[in-house]
């Protein structure tokens, strides 16, 4: 198996992120993707690569012109406000919500922030930009690289992505590296590509993309939106719009959900990839439904992620796996490449 792995991704650090109403040090933090690349040079699977240089054009199949143009240029329209913001993060503060506009970009930065966010525990920092950048690369590769004929690929990359919409950034994700890989994919020439998020938290920002395509399906277990983020969507009554109905799956689990009943979704999700008949998997492959995630609520073990992977590759199909999220920093090396492993 083929790693891409994001050199840059320490460039973004965030300092603080507002938590149940104090700022407080980040939960996403570089060492989580330093453990899982220590963990790949402890068990090595495969040569661990740097990203093919793809077009920035191609960002523009899953995001906004006007969206990336704001990630580009955030940072020095920051400073230039007052030098001395070279020190601090980028935090929202305002927002537009139901029957406010969000087709006039505003002069006024704060404003403009807001219109392209969704929480404040997502801070932008003087990195964020080519941390981003440059994992999106990544997935792209791993996409490639499996339209070349590999069995699988894995995208090493912070930060995460599938919080991210075509025009928005929050839960920590700037650029949607599982969309990308999926489009990426299309445009190769696999003609229906499945998305499956195993992440805790609902890939809200992946299925808002796809979801009134026919082409890409969309399948997520997840904590269940009633009680855990990102809140507003993720209910089992969301089924695609369009051209798009029934190409998406959401499977929400209640907090304290162990490994049998997770296992059980998570053959529900496969069976429907299955009818739908997808050339190519995506996998949004979060660690944080691990039982020792400090933000999470389900309880998987590091032995479960061995049989996840097993079942994975048993689906049969060439397998992108993109990191997202996995907040137990000291264990998520381990966990993401016993889920890797199936294909060691």
């Not at 320490?10 to 899982?36: I, N, S, W, Y």
């Not at 990195?127 to 990544?138: D, F, K, M, N, Y």
Request: contains cysteine; hydrophobic residues 45%; glycine residues 10%.
């Amino acid at each position: 198996m083929k790693t891409y792995y994001n050199h840059l991704h320490a460039q973004h650090q965030g300092k603080v992120e507002m938590f149940r109403g104090a700022l407080v040090p980040c939960f996403e933090v570089p060492a989580r993707a330093d453990h899982v690349l220590a963990e790949l040079q402890r068990r090595p699977l495969g040569p661990v690569l740097a990203p093919t240089p793809w077009d920035e054009a191609l960002l523009e199949q899953v995001h906004s012109p006007r969206y990336l143009h704001f990630l580009r240029t955030a940072w020095a329209q920051w400073v230039a406000l007052d030098p001395a913001n070279a020190d601090k993060d980028i935090l929202p503060s305002v927002w537009p919500t139901r029957t406010f506009r969000s087709d006039i970009e505003p002069d006024n930065f704060a404003a403009k922030v807001g219109l392209y966010s969704y929480d404040a525990g997502t801070p932008f920092t003087a990195g964020t930009w080519a941390a981003a950048r440059e994992g999106a690369l990544c997935a792209l590769s791993a996409a490639h690289a499996v339209l070349d004929g590999d069995a699988s690929a894995f995208a090493l990359s912070r930060p995460p992505g599938h919080h991210a919409g075509a025009d928005f950034f929050g839960g920590y994700c700037f650029l949607n590296n599982a969309a990308l890989a999926a489009q990426h994919l299309r445009n190769g020439g696999c003609r229906k590509v499945a998305v499956l998020d195993i992440d805790y938290h609902h890939g809200n920002g992946t299925q808002a993309i796809f979801y009134d395509r026919p082409d890409v399906f969309f399948a997520s277990i997840h904590g269940d939106p009633r009680t855990e983020y990102p809140f507003y969507l993720g209910h089992a009554d969301e089924t695609g719009t369009g051209a798009g109905l029934g190409a998406n799956l959401n499977l929400p689990l209640p907090r304290g959900t162990g490994y049998t009943a997770w296992a059980q979704a998570l053959e529900v999700a496969l069976t429907a990839i299955g009818r739908f008949g997808a050339d190519a998997l995506v996998v949004s492959l979060g660690m944080d439904t691990f039982a020792g995630d400090p933000i999470s609520g389900f309880q998987l073990h590091s032995d479960d992620y061995l049989r996840v992977g097993q079942r994975l590759r048993q689906a049969g199909l060439p397998t992108v796996l993109v990191f997202e999220g996995g907040y137990a920093v000291a264990e998520v090396g381990v966990n993401a490449v016993n889920v890797l492993s199936a294909w060691g």
